[in-house]
T-cell receptor, first 112, second 111 residues
Framework: SQQGEEDPQALSIQEGENATMNCSYK?????LQWYRQNSGRGLVHLIL?????REKHSGRLRVTLDTSKKSSSLLITASRAADTASYFC????????????FGSGTQLTVLP | NAGVTQTPKFRVLKTGQSMTLLCAQD?????MYWYRQDPGMGLRLIHY???????AKGEVPDGYNVSRLKKQNFLLGLESAAPSQTSVYFC??????????FGPGTRLTVT
């Protein structure tokens, strides 16, 4: 079963534009994490936001969390061709013994 | 500091053969995980470990076994490989309630 579901499944934008990806989940969480995966590579952690936080920033990344709606969004500002990758949200569900459940991802393509 | 390493990177097995995938981490993390990733999908947890000598089942444990004899190593075994186990396997490690660090993956094909 997949706790987090990303939307959209695919997104194509021009370099310099902003990219927004959304994640919805079903149960209470301890934290929600976003990861990036370049083609054929392992996942790289981007941001972790805890259930008592509403917004977090890291460089060009901004993550919001709305626990009442069970949703999160990842905003990448001023996108670059190097941001082309798949982006996954993962939830650490309450009572899950620290297991992460991943969504199926958003494939972002940034066109030069 | 190598982070998380996986051995081998690629492997082709015939149905019924066995093999072991090795994961090693040098970050002194308590938790380690094995995932599989199939085309167009996110990662699914196979087994995980919260400390040396402990293992637990994840979402898709059938057909796999694991061992964590040393804190830095986590082994994933396939006793009798099946075509349905063709996948990319990722190992990860973490501190409790913190982000996970992933290895580069092992691409396994079972014919």
């Amino acid at each position: 079963s997949q706790q987090g579901e990303e939307d959209p499944q695919a997104l194509s934008i021009q370099e310099g534009e902003n990219a927004t990806m959304n994640c919805s989940y079903k149960t209470s969480i301890n934290n929600l994490q976003w990861y990036r995966q370049n083609s054929g590579r392992g996942l790289v952690h981007l941001i972790l936001i805890r259930s008592n936080e509403r917004e977090k920033h890291s460089g060009r990344l901004r993550v919001t969390l709305d626990t009442s709606k069970k949703s999160s969004s990842l905003l990448i500002t001023a996108s670059r061709a190097a941001d082309t990758a798949s982006y996954f949200c993962a939830t650490d569900a309450a009572g899950s013994a620290r297991q992460l459940t991943f969504g199926s991802g958003t494939q972002l393509t940034v066109l030069p | 500091n190598a982070g998380v390493t996986q051995t081998p990177k690629f492997r082709v097995l015939k149905t019924g053969q066995s093999m072991t995938l090795l994961c090693a981490q040098d970050m002194n993390h308590e938790y380690m995980y094995w995932y599989r990733q199939d085309p167009g999908m996110g990662l699914r947890l196979i087994h995980y470990s919260v400390g040396e000598g402990t293992t637990a089942k994840g979402e898709v444990p059938d057909g796999y076994n694991v061992s964590r004899l040393k804190k830095q190593n986590f082994l994933l075994g396939l006793e009798s490989a099946a075509p349905s186990q063709t996948s990319v396997y990722f190992c990860a490690s973490s501190r409790p309630s913190y982000e996970q660090y992933f290895g580069p993956g092992t691409r396994l094909t079972v014919t």
